[in-house]
């Protein structure tokens, strides 16, 4: 009875996707994507330079006022972290072609089997193996990312956003595509 139910209630052509979504759904994902970058930032400064004591970070950016608490404390981007960010995208990018685990998701109710690539663990071990093996062969320094910490997180602050913008262009030129 339940099964009969569901599939019913499922049995549209928008099967897997939520095309009643609430703006507040909406606002909400929005206010994720644009404001947990600054909580980050704001938690790498207090870890960074206040001893991780959130009370004094706060009294600073007070005293200070905001414009120059921003100019004296916000992480730096390099263009060496953003070329080791950039060539750590590219590196998963190769790994996800053309690693092994393709799999097939359930039947949908139109009777398609959907194929995915489930290649993400195996990436994984393959990443943390080959990172070990340049780590004790001295091609990479064991702190490379402490010292390139504040770089490598507004080099992926700046993906998000860039992810998160085209992601966006392309489903609002799906909304309004004739």
């Not at 049995?11 to 609430?22: C, L």
Request: glycine share 6%.
């Amino acid at each position: 009875m339940v099964l009969q139910s569901w599939s019913k209630a499922n049995s549209n052509n928008s099967w897997g996707q939520n095309i009643q979504q609430s703006w507040v759904t909406s606002i909400l994902a929005f206010g994720m994507i644009s404001g947990l970058p600054p909580v980050v930032m704001w938690f790498s400064i207090t870890l960074a330079h206040f001893d991780s004591d959130f009370s004094q970070t706060w009294a600073t950016w007070h005293l200070e006022r905001a414009k120059a608490f921003i100019n004296h404390y916000l992480p730096r981007p390099s263009s060496k972290a953003l070329n080791l960010y950039l060539a750590w995208v590219l590196f998963q990018a190769i790994l996800y072609t053309f690693l092994p685990g393709y799999g097939t998701g359930q039947l949908t109710p139109a009777g398609n089997l959907l194929s995915y690539n489930i290649n993400g663990l195996l990436a994984w071990q393959l990443t943390i193996a080959l990172a070990i093996c340049a780590m004790i062969t001295g091609y990479i320094h064991p702190t490379i990312i402490a010292e390139n910490w504040e770089g490598l997180l507004i080099s992926a602050n700046i993906y998000e956003y860039l992810l998160s913008a085209v992601t966006g262009f392309e489903e609002l030129d799906e909304v309004f595509r004739p």
